[in-house]
């Protein structure tokens, strides 16, 4: 039946529409630390207030993020330095590993999705430059709330709002260097303005940013190996334009509109030599030109939103949206590419170059007055059309196929006061999609088989529930029930085809993943202390997991289940010092032999070190403020013992002081100059070209004014 004389939908939009006291806007908070209260979760598409929701919620603020940004510019690093359920930081262009609770997290810009499930390239971190941001929103766990794709938890990230005041300038300056050597080529230099204002009716932001970053290199100071395939943010040049035009059309419309063009580019100065894993001596990088174009990262995001805070009683928000995103990867001549038709074997050098196209809006109706106000619903309706592919740049030869996904989703999300204390949440979302997959040819190495393209259609109904019961004023108890909604990495599964025959329509392998994610734990907020404990588990019946084969990262469809513990205490010591300890436990387990048991754990590449995280922060008076983190990983053993990881704990310290104009920053990252391998190289067992150590000590000097 079409949804308008639907009569469930027609029932739902009478309830809305009943008569009620004019709605309220939201205030948006800022998420400075141990204030989660005010914080609105955008995120949530129903505007819950974090400290009230049934799951783990995490507001990175504004404050947080610039003492990060202070330490290291690499978002990646920001994420898991506040995260410790977030993989660490492979410190390189392409991220592919990194994981939220151990699944792939959906990454949002102002509500607009950044990743790209359907062909994951590793880089949907690198669409934004952090210091275009206000703050982050992460919702923990598995939920479809904002569609496909956030099998381990959303990242919503905010972009800066105008400050109060018709004109205002903000210009930052950071240079930043390793400490066991000097020189331009290990120099990192980034600057960045921005230009904003508001009026009564008018609202502007126009922001812009610089970065060009040297070589790196290691605790013991040897040049930190490149990754001319796959990226690397060492030795790059990275652009950032930001804008941002709204217009109040009365007391409860508004209008903005936002673009954001990212870029970021290798400038290709450097060539790998290979490490030992067996010796323990990392990959370095030594002076030449690598084969082929440069890697680049180049995105485009795009919005237009409007909201009214009362129509007929009811908050109404709307989006249009569009993502065009580029990635280059850069020239190998691995066996992949090679084809004696073209070149003889080995000689030819190739690279692949992921394309998407997306667009798409969301809309959502919200009624906060239903049942004498102890009713809160919220009905809506997405759409998203991703179109793109993965083809061979040097060659013109087709990698992945062209692909077309189309998804519309209903969605009903409900809030209801049961007694003073106890409230019950619960929504359901319909997912109606295809994937369209053109017919095409495999690499020579996979035999050239033809391929029969075709269509295939899903139809998921994804539940949540979760009950937040208050039964004293400083403590919430929770729990949470939600479901999950992803696709396989289409690439993963069709450009490695080597068996005649096949078409589109009969591929087991193209199955969605659909995660099913619990959760239960307590909020304590109690005078100078607060503190936060949860249990979560995930399981998925025909999950994925990554496999490193002969360099190439493949994919198996197996059952999973991943499960863990995230605890944090914070104490407000006195008016000017607050310190905080944060640990996350994460056990990833899979059908090995697809009998049914869980019989295998899985490696780094599918889920995060155990992880404890402790920061002290202290304003000593008006001018000066400080900063230390230290952030250990703990040793791990995986059922390879090839792949066991030994831990490491690094220390970061930041120091700022307020002039008569302007401020002043310091910042050490790895204070003590700790020499260690990547988590990602010592449990993924990577090939000797990517066995990368971690960065060493270095020491960064920033300035920042407002005018």
């Known amino acids: ?27 948006d908070g800022s998420g400075t630390d141990g204030q989660m209260q005010a914080v609105v979760v955008s995120a949530s598409r129903s505007n819950i207030a974090a400290d009230k929701a049934p799951q783990t ?82 919702i923990q766990g598995a939920n479809a709330i904002n569609g496909l794709g956030a099998t381990g938890g959303t990242i919503n990230i905010i972009t800066r709002r105008p400050e109060k005041g018709s004109f205002n300038q903000h210009i930052d300056i950071q240079a930043t260097a390793p400490t066991a050597q000097t020189g331009s ?88 030599v290979a490490g030992d894993r067996a010796t323990g001596l990392p990959s370095v990088s030594v002076k030449g030109e690598p084969p082929g174009i440069a890697p680049w990262n180049d995105v485009w995001t795009s919005s237009l939103s409007y909201s009214h805070a009362n129509l007929a009683g009811m908050e109404l928000s709307a989006m249009v949206f569009n993502q065009e995103f580029e990635g280059l990867f850069g020239a190998d001549n691995s066996a992949t590419f090679q084809d004696a038709s073209i070149a003889p074997v080995g000689k030819l050098y190739d690279q692949s170059r992921a394309v998407a196209s997306k667009y798409g809006s969301k809309v959502g109706l919200s009624r906060s007055d239903l049942l004498d106000g102890r009713l809160k619903l919220t009905v809506g309706f997405d759409t998203l059309f991703d179109k793109g592919k993965q083809d061979l740049y040097a060659t013109g030869r087709t990698y992945v196929p062209e692909s077309e996904y189309r998804n519309l989703s209903l969605f009903l999300q409900g809030e209801y006061k049961l007694t003073g204390q106890l409230t019950l949440h619960a929504g359901v979302r319909k997912e109606n999609a295809d994937l369209q997959i053109d017919s095409y040819q495999t690499l020579a190495q996979y035999k050239r088989v033809k391929v029969t393209g075709g269509k295939l259609k899903f139809n998921e109904t994804l539940v949540n529930a979760g009950l937040v019961y208050t039964p004293l004023q400083d403590i919430t108890i929770f729990g949470s029930y939600s479901e999950g909604f992803g696709m396989p990495d289409i690439g993963r599964v069709l450009r490695s085809i080597n068996t005649p025959g096949l ?119 008006a001018q000066l403020k400080t900063f230390v983190q230290a952030q250990h990983a703990f040793r791990q053993s995986f059922d390879d013992p090839a792949k066991d990881f030994s831990g490491y704990t690094l220390v970061d310290a930041t120091a700022s002081y307020r002039l008569p104009k302007g401020e002043l920053r310091l910042a050490v990252a790895n204070l003590f100059d700790r020499d260690y391998i990547t988590y990602y190289s010592q449990s993924a067992l990577v090939e000797p070209k990517r066995y990368f150590a971690g960065r060493g000590r270095t020491l960064s000097l920033g300035y920042s004014l407002r005018f």
């Open 185 to 272: 080529d290990v120099m990192n230099y980034k600057t960045s303005y921005r230009l904003d204002g508001r009026t009564d009716k008018l609202e502007y932001l126009l922001a812009a940013s610089y970065e060009d970053q040297g070589l790196y290199l290691d605790g013991k100071g040897r040049p930190i190996g490149s990754d001319n395939t796959q990226g690397d943010l060492m030795d790059s040049r990275t652009y950032d334009v930001l804008a941002k035009l709204g217009y109040v059309i009365d007391d409860n419309q508004r209008l903005q509109v936002s673009l954001n063009r990212y870029k970021i580019k290798s400038k290709a100065g450097y060539l790998v």
């Open 503 to 621: 078409s589109i329509a009969n591929m087991h392998n193209l199955e969605p993943i659909l995660t099913k994610s619990i959760e239960v734990g307590t909020r304590v907020r109690k005078g100078a202390w607060d503190a936060d404990a949860s249990y979560f588990r995930s399981d998925s019946d025909f999950g994925t997991r990554i496999v490193p084969i002969n360099g190439a990262f493949m994919m198996a469809r197996e059952k999973t289940r991943i499960e863990g513990v995230e605890a944090s205490v914070g104490l407000r010591l006195n008016a000017a010092q607050r310190a905080k300890l944060a640990y996350s436990y994460t056990k990833g387990r899979y059908d090995s032999d697809e009998n049914g048991s869980l019989d295998a754990r899985l490696d780094g590449l599918n889920v995060a070190p155990n992880r404890l995280i402790a920061t002290w922060s202290a304003d000593w008076n």
């Open 1 to 27: 039946m079409p949804l308008p004389y639907h009569p469930l939908y027609a029932a739902l939009m009478a309830a809305l529409a009943a008569p009620s006291a004019v709605a309220q806007l939201a205030v």
């Open 57 to 138: 919620v995490v507001i990175i603020g504004k404050a947080e993020i610039a003492r990060q940004m202070a330490i290291s510019g690499n978002s990646s690093d920001v994420l898991s330095s506040v995260l410790p359920s977030y993989t660490p930081s492979r410190g390189k262009m392409n991220g592919s590993g990194e994981t939220l609770r151990g699944r792939t997290p959906l990454i949002l810009v102002d509500g607009v999705p950044q990743s790209n499930p359907m062909r994951p390239t590793g880089r949907e971190a690198h669409t934004i430059d952090f210091s275009m941001v206000e703050r982050i929103e992460v």
